[in-house]
């Protein structure tokens, strides 16, 4: 089963407004999440690397105050996208890893921004 | 930069032929290498993986790997596919230095014909 969970699954909102993406560890502890972008028919990007407790280290080109981080305990990390436009649309995933254990990958986050 | 390299977009085979999908990265140092497989509609799944040892990897399902460290490659193999197997095939690479995070190929989407 998974081990990784994602929510929401899809969420389609108004440009202007932020939507938050949760990614909870359901049976290890998370010292570490990732933060993923898929487009269509391309890879996953990486967008930025989140320790439990500390401030999310983001690649380059992605804008931290646009894609805010947050991981707060170990078993929970979310995304918020800020003020969301068209271009912000996008498959998000997430990945947690932590205790021996590989990264385990959510179900995604289908957001799009009208 | 480190780059990942899948050569094949998307590949259509019919049932019972051999599979393989070619990886290549860009980096010097230690790698980890990993396949994902990520079936219609769902999260990314880890098929085999690569850290040390033996260079020919097996996974799940009949899939294995072979890193070839001259060739920077780490081509995933199938002796004979199902009509189950359709999906995206994803290989990535953890490098030594870079805390744990992965750099994804860009994937092969993988069609088999019953």
């Not at chain 1, 909870?24 to 990007?45: E, I, N």
């Not at chain 1, 305990?73 to 998000?92: G, I, M, N, Q």
């Not at chain 2, 497989?37 to 990897?57: A, C, E, R």
């Not at chain 2, 060739?71 to 995933?76: A, T």
Request: charged fraction near 15%; include cysteine; glycine fraction near 8%.
């Amino acid at each position: 089963g998974a081990v990784v969970s994602q929510h929401p699954s899809w969420v389609i909102c108004k440009s202007g407004t932020s939507v938050k993406i949760e990614c909870r560890s359901l049976d290890f502890q998370a010292t570490t999440m990732f933060w993923y972008r898929q487009f269509p028919k391309q890879s996953l990007m990486l967008m930025a690397t989140s320790n439990e407790g500390s401030k999310a280290t983001y690649e380059q080109g992605v804008e931290k105050d646009k894609f805010l981080i947050n991981h707060a305990s170990l078993t929970l990390s979310t995304l918020t996208v800020t003020s969301a436009h068209p271009e912000d649309s996008s498959f998000y995933i997430c990945s947690a890893a932590g205790g021996g254990q590989p990264q385990h990958f959510g179900d995604g986050t289908r957001l799009s921004i009208l | 930069a480190q780059s990942v390299s899948q050569h094949n977009h998307h590949v259509i085979l019919s049932e019972a032929a051999s599979l393989e999908l070619g990886c290549n990265y860009s980096y010097g140092g230690t790698v980890n290498l990993f396949w994902y497989v990520q079936y219609p509609g769902q999260h990314l799944q880890l098929l085999l993986k690569y850290f040390s040892g033996d260079p020919l990897v097996k996974g799940i399902k009949g899939f294995e790997a072979e890193f070839i460290k001259s060739k920077f490659s780490f081509n995933l193999r199938k002796p004979s596919v199902q009509w189950s197997d359709t999906a995206e095939y994803f290989c990535a690479v953890k490098l030594d230095n870079q805390g744990g995070k992965l750099i994804f190929g860009q994937g092969t989407e993988l069609s088999v014909k019953p």
